[in-house]
């Protein structure tokens, strides 16, 4: 990736190209990523005077995001929530495996499904849904693997999962 798309003027990338990089990168894409951030530049004025916070503004930049060839729910809401600091919960794999083995998912909910029960049940604000989604995200990486170490797990006694 050259230099200068790091430097991009667009405000999303201006605060999240790392963000954005990174997510690709690990997902074995580089050579998309120049064409993808691209298209970014289609999301400049939405981003550009959003009034950060509201779930109304996060809902219409999503849409913009979405947009954008090869970005995803997951991408977009990192997006939002970690570089442009929006209330919205991002939800990934790790989610929906500690949530369905606690029984509160049952494995047949969408995405938007499972991110509308965090934005009822968790009634947080930016700096919360950050923290409990790394908090999330370093459980299921480390403790609820695809093979758990339910033996060290802090929510054994409230999990129906036989490992």
Do not use: W
Request: charged share 25%.
């Amino acid at each position: 990736m050259e230099n200068h798309a790091l430097h991009h003027p667009s405000p999303v990338l201006g605060r999240a190209a790392h963000i954005v990089y990174g997510l690709y990168l690990g997902r074995g894409r580089p050579r998309r990523l120049p064409r993808q951030l691209g298209e970014q530049e289609r999301v400049e004025a939405p981003v550009g005077s959003a009034d950060r916070g509201t779930i109304h503004d996060a809902g219409r930049l999503r849409k913009e995001l979405l947009g954008i060839n090869g970005v995803g729910p997951e991408t977009a809401d990192s997006i939002l929530l970690y570089a442009l600091e929006m209330r919205i919960f991002v939800v990934d794999a790790y989610t929906v495996r500690i949530f369905g083995r606690l029984g509160i998912l049952d494995g047949t909910e969408g995405y938007d499904e499972v991110q509308r029960l965090f934005h009822r049940r968790f009634a947080a604000g930016v700096r919360e849904y950050n923290e409990y989604h790394a908090l999330i995200v370093n459980h299921g990486k480390y403790v609820c693997r695809k093979k758990p170490l339910c033996a060290e797990c802090c929510l054994a006694r409230h999990c129906a999962f036989e490992g």
